[in-house]
Every structure is written in structure tokens, then in C-alpha cells.
């Protein structure tokens, strides 16, 4: 197997044809295999920011509580670091809060690991 940038698995993206380059950008999450969302509007997952939008909100959530690709995609919107919608039945406050405490969790694991 050919081996990437700095000796890992990754491509090493010079070696790659230009159009291949488009297969890093993250697709929908509603284009995951088994995507809960997938026939859903899009809208929903976006809710505005008012007593309306705090419905759409709840049946956002209640969409992804029931996804079975739900880690996967929190996992690619703490990835992208998305600002904004619902995303693995978090919003982004939600998904900020949790990607610090996986943080600070990494870095305790680490120490105490050294
Ligand atoms: S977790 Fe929610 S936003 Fe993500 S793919 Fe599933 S239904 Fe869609």
C-alpha cells in the first residue's frame, strides 16, 4: 500500500486527479447511507429563532434520536465544525460544549498517559 503524507494511510492529495480532490468535501448528512433525514426538508434542521422554530427544533431532534447513522454524523459536523442547524440531534452550542469536554478529556488521557 502506498503511503501518505507523513508516512500514514492517507492519499497524498498531489497524487491525485484533480476531481478527486471533490471527494474530501463533506456531502449532506441526508446523503448518508441510512440517513433518517433523507426525505425529510432540509429546513427543519434549521430551525429560526423563535417559538415556531422551537418546534421544528424538538421534531428535528426527534428525527436524528431515531437515526442509525446519528454518531456518524455528529462525528463529520464536529469535524467541519458546523455553526449552525441540527446535526446528530445537536445543535451548535451543544456540539461546541461537547467537542471541549472531548478535548479536555484527550488532553487529561494524554497526561496521563506521558
Ligand atoms: S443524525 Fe439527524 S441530521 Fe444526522 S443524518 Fe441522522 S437524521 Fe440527519
Known sequence: MRRGVRGTLLPTL???PAERLVDFAPA???GLPG???A???PDLF???DDEAGEFVERRARQICAGCAVREMCLALALKRSEQHGIFGG???AE???LARR???ESARAKKGAA
Open 14 to 16: 498531489t497524487g491525485r
Open 28 to 30: 449532506p448528512d441526508a
Open 35 to 37: 440517513a433518517a433525514c
Open 39 to 41: 426525505e425529510v426538508d
Open 46 to 48: 434549521f430551525p429560526a
Open 90 to 92: 445537536l445543535d451548535p
Open 95 to 97: 456540539r461546541r460544549t
Open 102 to 104: 472531548r478535548y479536555r
